[in-house]
């Protein structure tokens, strides 16, 4: 007993050991001495100006977006997206709440990973952007006019949607690919039986080149695997895409052990043209499901929920020439391809080098049959017939690579927390930069496309520890901001984050800010509860539901009094704001409400339900300060005794006409 309590200590003390050399072999010895002189003036953006990028940060656990302006870290907006928020109403209004519905109910919180932004010829044109729930498997559309949320699909034969979503190079698709192997159709069999019962799934979700809309158009089986990450290939190698899978021991407990057995996992090649090819010729299989599709109308402003019964399924095993295994050390993260698409680099977060394959050599492997067995009914292309090379001595933990289009990758050490950037065709290292601390992703603007703006790479950490004032346990998370528009990579602002900033990626402000949305359209809104004018304001019952449809407009509120609702009834307010100018939205709030407030853009509509619970008057008001009589756009609501014979009324609209 005594020798484990004291064998803990040592182990973590030679890991220490090993860490500080790690790092100080890349010189500085503390933060202040790496950044240079000009360091503040190069981020600092002068009051009334832009910042020149967009960085949409994942917010991890949050379930949210984050959107921040670059250099200046700037926090911008937080974009609702798997979690109620109270900022806006996001899962609170009647509108949103189907947004979040699933096939197991409302989900009011979930975690998203990997923002990933539309792309056309293989470069970001800033239409949509698109985000996984890693929990409750779904993957999101962002509609970058609004920054609004306006899509969520549900993905079926999916535990924990983490290697997702990762895009075409025109956006034909977006792919995702299950962490954990479960059952399908959601069998009742032992945990024990994973072998035999467990299978992996391949998704592809076909994106409407004109509205965005997404739909699962086919789903991979695949044997019961973890993939982690995903990138599709570009160039040359358009037409597949890359995933990287772990606990190929194919583990069901104690993973931490058991499912870091083997020397080399793998990086799995899945050629989707081939897979289109056998779906033209009827090999696909249509099996039943259930899974639910969520549409944000920005029209009607209202969000629909439809549920999806079938999924058509390809088999890996018996269709020949879609998927390929390709051995990689160790437990790998990362499968990230570079601009010119020829080359593959994978890490291994357990690896002690970053193997680095080439789409030439992986065609030839398999044309040459250079297969070193099966797994699962698969083949197995031999190592060294796809490595380009390796890249030596890297760092400790390799994760994740992106590149800056001028011939460099940039590859993110966890345990050695630091950048690496090395020489793609030579695999040469040749800078290496401290992050603080314990970088995870790591974002180029633009480094996983062709086109990368190459300027920045943007250090998403784990770990904060000592960087920002402490607020109790809970500390900030937390960015880095590094120039590598020269040789030398150079560290320029640390900057505070919402939520885990799991991955981010970023865009030139140009291609999103010239596209806004100010306000939406008064005539265009066609919500049936929407009052378009005072004229059209009052208050309707239908049974126990009051609807009262109510404008916002600076500064009142119509109706401002309504009496004759009583004790059972369900109210909703149908808060229509009337302004057609940018940047006036109104809020409303009532007392002894138990859901939340709503925030209504210009021309928008959004309905809170309320009820009440008690005889009495209840006062509501705007809650977004719009104007100097702000204070004054208020109103009263009387609630009379159940069976009371108070008529229904409210203030005339004509005295206000
Ligand atoms: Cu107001």
Not at 28 to 54: F, H, I, L, M, T
Not at 73 to 102: A, H, I, Q
Not at 145 to 151: L, M, N
Not at 207 to 215: A, L, Q, T
Request: charged share 25%.
């Amino acid at each position: 007993m005594k020798a484990k309590v004291t064998r803990r200590p040592l182990l973590i003390a030679a890991a220490i050991i090993t860490l500080v050399s790690a790092l100080n072999g890349c010189k500085p010895k503390s933060a202040s001495n790496v950044v240079e002189g000009d360091a503040a003036q190069r981020v600092y953006v002068a009051p009334g100006k832009y910042d020149d990028y967009y960085l949409f940060a994942s917010g991890g656990f949050s379930g949210q977006v984050g959107v921040y302006g670059l250099p200046s870290g700037r926090l911008l907006k937080v974009v609702p997206v798997f979690s109620v928020n109270p900022e806006n109403g996001w899962g609170y209004s009647e509108e949103t709440k189907p947004m979040l519905e699933t096939s197991q109910g409302f989900s009011p919180w979930d975690d998203t990973h990997h923002p990933q932004l539309s792309v056309t010829n293989g470069e970001q044109d800033g239409r949509w952007l698109f985000i996984n729930a890693n929990n409750h498997p779904r993957i999101a559309r962002i509609d970058l006019k609004s920054f609004k949320t306006v899509e969520i699909l549900e993905l079926p034969n999916v535990g924990g949607n983490h290697a997702s979503p990762f895009v075409t190079p025109n956006t034909e698709y977006v792919v995702g690919a299950t962490r954990f192997s479960v059952p399908l159709d959601g069998e009742d069999v032992p945990i024990s039986s994973f072998k035999e019962n467990f299978r992996g799934t391949v998704n592809f979700i076909k994106i409407d080149k004109e509205s965005g809309h997404m739909n699962l158009a086919f789903q991979i089986m695949t044997p019961g695997v973890n993939f982690d990450l995903a990138r599709a290939g570009k160039g040359p190698s358009e037409g597949w895409m890359f995933f990287s899978c772990y606990n190929t021991e194919q583990a069901y407990e104690l993973l931490e052990v058991n499912a870091t057995q083997k020397d080399k996992d793998f990086i799995m090649a899945v050629n989707w043209k081939k897979a289109e090819e056998y779906i033209k010729a009827g090999k696909g299989v249509k099996k039943p499901a259930a899974y639910l599709h969520n549409k944000y109308d920005e029209k009607s402003h209202m969000a629909t929920s439809e549920l999806v019964k079938e999924v058509l399924q390809l088999d890996a095993k018996e269709l020949e020439g879609i998927c390929y295994f390709i051995p990689c050390p160790k437990s790998p993260h990362g499968a990230d391809v570079d601009p010119t698409g020829k080359y593959i680099a994978a890490s291994g977060k357990l690896a002690a080098v970053i193997p680095v394959f080439s789409f030439e050599k992986i065609q030839k492997a398999i044309a040459d049959k250079a297969f070193e067995g099966d797994f699962g009914g698969i083949p197995v292309i031999k190592y060294d017939a796809a490595l380009a090379g390796e890249v030596k001595k890297p760092g400790l933990g390799p994760l994740h690579t992106e590149f800056d289009g001028k011939g460099f990758g940039y590859t993110s050490m966890f345990v050695s927390s630091e950048i690496v950037k090395w020489n793609v065709e030579t695999r040469e290292v040749v800078d290496r930069i401290p992050t603080y601390y314990s970088i995870g992703h790591l974002c180029i603007p633009g480094g996983d496309t062709k086109k990368p703006w190459g300027q920045y790479v943007i250090a998403l950490n784990k770990i904060t520890k000592d960087r920002y004032l402490p607020t109790g346990p809970e500390l900030t998370q937390s960015a880095q901001l590094i120039d590598i528009s020269g040789d030398k990579m150079k560290l320029l602002l640390d900057f505070p984050t919402i939520g885990e900033p799991h991955y981010a990626q970023a865009i030139k402000a140009d291609l999103i800010k010239e596209k806004q949305v100010q306000w939406f359209k008064l005539e265009e809104n066609t919500n049936p509860f929407a009052a378009k004018g005072e004229g059209q304001a009052r208050v309707e019952r239908k049974g126990n539901e009051v609807h009262v449809y109510m404008t916002a407009i600076r500064s009142h509120l119509t109706p401002d009094n309504i009496e004759g609702v009583k004790v059972g009834d369900v109210v909703y307010f149908h808060v229509t704001n009337l302004e057609q100018d940018f940047d006036v939205p109104h809020g409303f709030a009532i007392k002894a409400n138990n859901n939340a407030e709503i925030l209504v853009m210009p021309g928008e509509t959004q309905t809170l339900k309320w009820v009440p619970k008690a005889v009495g008057v209840y006062p509501f008001y705007c809650t977004d300060f719009c104007s100097a009589l702000h204070q004054e756009m208020s109103g009263y609501i009387r609630v009379s005794p159940a069976g009371s014979s108070v008529a229904l009324s409210f203030n005339s609209t004509k005295k206000k006409e």
